[in-house]
């Protein structure tokens, strides 16, 4: 097993306590370059000499990364490099409860790995001692630049000792970084694993470049899933709605995906990175906070469904595959508004996409780029479908030919509605004194929430009114 140029390079030079500057491309070990040197520096509790350290338990070393993944993703490499040194890691990052890292503190660490903001809110409340601190290390502090976070620096910078060593490791150096390095960093040396004129990308990713409708997008990417050779996949979206939608759609299309993003706490993000490193997932959705710091082998395509913002987007995000001298592919969606955009990256990186081609779901070159089998659909669950009946033909012709019912109303045995009068009259004259006689049968019976008395006329059944006249008399004269 050999060392990465940067490693080769960094560390003969960060042993001997001297401040630099590293830059290479992401996926070269930077890790471990920083991480053997602070592992070497410090003084565990199984050393002679940790009884007469100043402060025995007190943080020794402090790396500030940008994000949480990778914060966590450093923090568990340097307790896998410290299996034998047995030093002792704690990972700080918000959006956890503070119990565990407080009780951690009290009982002492070495090395402590954390996000900006977490880490200044122990250090204000005096849970996290910083005046003992041998070895700073800034992780991507271009990506600090970006998220907003170099005023935090400055103030963690600030309650640490002046003659402590200082490392700064990027991709990339923009002016912001420069100067932050040139007011902290004493006589840096300036280590480049690269030449100058090579690209930032790794040689070893396929980059391909694409003009896609949007509303075409998850089709396309759903076929780009059964391409060949196709293990773990990450998918880069802009937005957090973006990013779960595609999450949503693809498992819908019967596909195994996660997503992370900002609307997510804690806990679901690394729920959903465990995941993806087990391989019960094997499709990673998510925003630029994962863009950084996720390490996971095996992940042979990475997926930008929207045009990234700039080129230091860019290359962090490809450069999740083709990792450790690894092959990767990595596939880019340009949308017709965004290809003013595309051109200012494609030419700062000097790549050679600048009209990037017309590409749809059905595009011959896409099966052909990729490798997918021309009987590749856009799901691989197909939808439910209706059980076959073979006799379902029999029963449509029985129901065809099944006598009408008559759906005509009825009022005590009379047709009642909008159907003829005279019909009416006629079924009533029809049913007789029998119907009269089952109707008061069946009104007797009833447990109808009301009764109606019906009067009768002089033509029909019943007594009259003359008749009721003279009985009434009667009575009159009989009383």
Known sequence: MHPFPIQQMAIPVALTGADLIGQARTGTGKTLAFGTTILQRIVVPSDPDFEFLAEPGAPQALVVAPTRELASQVGKDLQTA?????????????????????????????????????????????ALDLAHVKVLVLDEADEMLDLGFLPDVERILAKTPELRQTMLFSATMPSAIV?????????????????AHEQHTVPTTAQFVYQAHDLDKPEIVARILQAESRDRVMIFCRTKRSAQRLTDDLVERGFKAASIHGDLSQVVREKALRRFREGSVDILVA??????????????????????????????????????GASGVAITFVDWADLTRWKVINNALGLPFEEPQETYSTSEHLYHDQG???SAKGRIVPQREQPHDDHQPDRDRRRRDRPRRNRTRLRNGVPVGD??????????????PASEQSTDTEATTSSAPRRRRRRRSSTGHGTSASEASSDETASDGAA
Not at 100 to 118: A, C, F, I, N, Y
Not at 313 to 323: E, L, P
Request: charged share 25%.
């Open 372 to 374: 997918i089998d021309h």
């Open 82 to 126: 410290s299996a034998r040194r047995k030093a002792r890691v704690l990972t700080i990052y918000g959006g956890v409860a503070y119990e565990d890292q407080l009780s951690t503190l009290k009982s002492g660490v070495e090395v402590v790995v954390g996000t900006p903001g977490r880490l200044l809110d122990l250090a204000d409340r005096g």
């Open 179 to 195: 100067s932050l390095a040139r007011r902290h960093l004493r006589h840096p040396l300036n280590i480049r694993a690269e030449s």
């Open 419 to 432: 159907g003829d009068a005279a019909t009416s009259e006629a079924a009533a004259s029809e049913a007789g």
């Open 287 to 324: 925003t630029d906070v994962a863009a950084r710091g996720i390490d996971v082998s095996g992940v042979t395509h990475v997926i930008n469904n929207e045009c990234p913002d700039d080129e230091n987007t860019y290359v962090h995000r490809i450069g999740r595959t083709g990792r450790a």
